[in-house]
Each structure stands twice: as structure tokens, then as C-alpha cells.
């Protein structure tokens, strides 16, 4: 045990030590919150010997945060709401229609169900492949999802009603506002087949859908051995629907994950779980084709969506040498600084976050993992 919490005391002082000063700063007010920690000057300026002192430090730091983990639970979580999932599992992204229906998610059996309130219940939706034979059932579904489908991100593009998926194997696809079969838009790319379809995001104003291909080498079902190998053939990349034209807008990305859009769609924000941060590609004439490192995470990131404030929601999950089964949600502003961090704890637990999006107030949390579909509502 002695060991196990030395390699966490370590793992988060080399995070905060790779952090410049005006993150510091912010991570200090978004985990101390006034819980008692020294001002940020001093966090930045510890004495070059003063070993002992950092790991007195990062002793207190890693009980502020779960102090205040457990802490924005109680306070600032209202109420939270399980929406089982049965027969399959892994709600992995969460997508809401143009008048405010749903959630809609793909699970692993291959389908994108919705939740209607008035049935209580998820119906079926739309699939991504005709070939439906053994793909239902409580069972194992990841020896049959190459067949079957499975799909990932979800986007509509909200004034055609149009829903846009990115499936693991089939590629990217769209289907129309009554759902059923999906019609495949895209599978390669400068001549190089999609082995891992991902994210997927609208521009609501010029229709351009930006997507994730996580790698190259690797399938989904293989998902371990892209971080495991630091797999770095992963690429970010733009469909236009008017052309049916897929560029690359990136290569050699160690697993790109979610896609997002800022708010006045001059850039785009790419997840890349290996390497722990969020990555910004910027689209605006005078930068287009720059890229910088929007945030560096203290955790995995997976999906990352925009709320209605400009401000970003990112599922994060474990970093190296901190292993927490629950999951973990950050928030950032928009020019990337950490404003919260929500885990899960005090009885609302979900595990291996994948998604969240914010919606009339709520947060809707998806986990490729689970079997259900958490909703928080957060208090004021």
C-alpha cells in the first residue's frame, strides 16, 4: 500500500512540476477551492532541496483533492439518475436532436437508441450495417462488433436533422431524422482505410462534420495496444458534405479521441488520450493549419463537448501511476484553463467516462464501459 501511494505522491508532483506558472495557479483555485492550501507563489517556488517539502506538499494537495472530489459531489451535485441500458453495453456519446430529444447513444450490440420520456424507456433507432444476424443478445458483443457495427460519436447537424456517426469499423455515416439504416459517407482517406472511426462533430454553420480516425494500425476492439504501443498513426479529419471530399488535417497523433468546435468556430479541439492533454487546430484564414496544446489534463481524456457558454466539458479517466476505477469529468474555459473537476463519489458513482454533455442544466454522462447512461443535475 506504502508503495502503491508513493508512485500517486509521485505521479501527481512530476504533473504539477510540468505545469507553467499561470496553470499552476488555476489548478491551485480549481483543487483548493479555499480548502486551506498555501497561495499559488508558493506552489511555484519551493526551494530546489526541499524534497521533503514537495512530498509534504503533494501529501496535502492529493487530500485536497479528494476532499474536494467528495466535496463538489455533496455540494454541488443536486441530484443524479441512473438510464439502465439492458442486453448490451457502452453508451459511449451523447447527442441531442435539434428540438431537444433524446439522449440518443450507440451501445454495443450495434444500435443508437434514444430515450423517450413519455415510453420511460430507450427504443431503437438506427444501425450502421444491414447484417444484424447474432448481433443482439446479453453476450460478449466485441467478437461480433466488426460485423455488427459499433458505433461511437454522435453529432446532428441540427438544421437538416441529419445525425452523423462515427462507427468503430464502418466508418463515417449519417442518417436521417426517422433514423434506420445509416448511409456510409467515408472509410478511407488519402488512400489509407479508417481502422478506428471515433468522434464526430458539426459545424452548425457551414455543415463541414470534423471527425477522429484513432489509428491506422489498430481496431477498436484493440483499443489497448494503440496507448500500450504509443501508436502515433492517429489522424483528425474534415468531410464536406457538398464535395463528399474527406481531408486530413493532422497525422501522426497518439490516440486522437473527441472532436470539438469553439464557440465562433475558429478552431478545432482535438482530445489525444496518450498523451493526456487537448490539442487546438486552428481554422481561422490568418492561423488555419497552426496547431498548439489547448490543455494539458491531469487524467485520459476521451470525448470533449461545448456547452452553451463556450466552455468545455472533457471525460478524463486514469493517468499513469494514479489508477482510479471511477470516473472523472473536467471542465475548462475557453481558452483551456481548468475551472472543475467532478469524480465521482458520496453514492453518485459511475465508472470510465467517456462523455459529457450539458443539457438544460443537466450533465449527461456516457461511459463506453457501463451499461447505463448517468444525468447529474448540479446545484447553483
Known amino acids: 500500500m506504502q508503495e502503491k501511494y508513493d508512485e500517486e505522491i509521485e505521479a501527481l508532483t512530476q504533473y504539477l512540476d510540468a505545469q507553467p506558472p499561470y496553470k499552476k495557479g488555476h489548478l491551485y483555485e480549481s483543487l483548493g477551492q479555499g480548502k486551506g492550501l498555501p497561495p499559488p507563489s508558493e506552489?511555484?517556488?519551493?526551494s530546489m532541496g526541499s524534497k521533503h517539502w514537495f512530498a509534504s506538499f503533494s501529501t496535502l494537495l492529493l487530500i485536497a483533492i479528494l476532499i474536494y472530489?467528495?466535496?463538489i459531489v455533496s455540494c454541488q451535485i443536486k441530484d443524479s439518475k441512473n438510464f439502465l441500458i439492458y442486453d448490451a453495453t457502452g453508451p459511449e456519446?451523447?447527442?441531442f436532436d435539434w428540438y431537444g430529444g433524446g439522449p440518443y447513444t450507440?451501445?454495443?450490440?450495434?444500435h443508437i437508441i434514444k430515450w423517450v420520456a413519455i415510453l420511460n424507456r430507450w427504443v431503437d433507432f438506427a444501425i450502421t450495417t444491414p447484417y444484424r444476424i447474432g448481433c443482439q443478445g446479453p453476450f460478449n458483443h466485441v467478437y461480433a462488433e466488426a460485423r455488427c457495427g459499433r458505433p461511437l460519436g454522435l453529432s446532428f447537424n441540427q438544421k437538416t436533422g441529419d445525425l452523423y456517426i462515427a462507427d468503430a469499423y464502418m466508418g463515417l455515416l449519417a442518417v436521417g431524422p426517422n433514423g434506420g439504416l445509416a448511409r456510409p459517407l467515408a472509410k478511407q482517406a488519402g488512400g489509407i482505410p479508417f481502422r478506428f472511426t471515433n468522434d464526430v462533430v458539426v459545424d452548425q454553420y457551414s455543415?463541414?462534420?470534423?471527425?477522429?480516425d484513432t489509428s491506422t494500425r489498430f481496431p477498436r476492439s484493440a483499443f489497448a495496444y494503440v496507448i500500450s504501443s504509443d501508436d502515433n498513426t492517429g489522424r483528425p479529419l474534415k468531410y464536406d458534405p457538398l464535395t463528399h471530399q474527406v481531408t486530413v488535417l493532422l497525422d501522426h497523433l497518439m490516440f486522437p479521441n473527441g472532436v470539438a468546435l469553439s464557440q465562433n468556430g475558429d478552431s478545432l479541439l482535438v482530445t489525444e488520450t496518450t498523451n493526456s492533454r487537448v490539442l487546438r487546430y486552428w481554422l481561422e484564414p490568418s492561423r488555419a493549419g497552426k496547431v498548439d496544446v489547448f490543455a494539458q489534463l491531469p487524467g485520459r481524456p476521451y470525448n470533449i463537448k461545448?456547452?452553451?457558454q463556450g466552455e468545455?466539458?472533457?471525460a478524463t479517466n486514469s493517468r499513469d501511476g494514479?489508477?482510479?476505477?471511477?470516473?472523472m469529468i473536467i471542465k475548462l474555459s475557453p481558452e483551456g484553463d481548468i475551472l472543475k473537476i467532478i469524480g465521482a463519489g458520496n453514492g453518485v458513482t459511475w465508472g470510465f467516462s467517456s462523455d459529457v454533455n450539458e443539457h438544460n442544466g443537466n450533465l449527461w454522462i456516457g461511459s463506453v464501459e457501463g451499461s447505463r447512461v448517468v444525468r447529474l443535475t448540479l446545484s447553483n
Do not use: K, M
Not at 506552489?43 to 519551493?46: M, Q, R, S, T
Not at 450507440?106 to 450495434?110: E, R, T
Not at 455543415?207 to 477522429?212: A, L, N, S
Not at 494514479?322 to 470516473?327: A, E, Q, S, W, Y
Open 43 to 46: 506552489i511555484e517556488a519551493p
Open 69 to 71: 472530489n467528495a466535496g
Open 93 to 95: 456519446s451523447i447527442a
Open 106 to 110: 450507440g451501445i454495443s450490440d450495434g
Open 207 to 212: 455543415g463541414i462534420v470534423y471527425f477522429t
Open 306 to 308: 461545448r456547452n452553451q
Open 312 to 314: 468545455f466539458w472533457v
Open 322 to 327: 494514479i489508477f482510479n476505477p471511477l470516473g
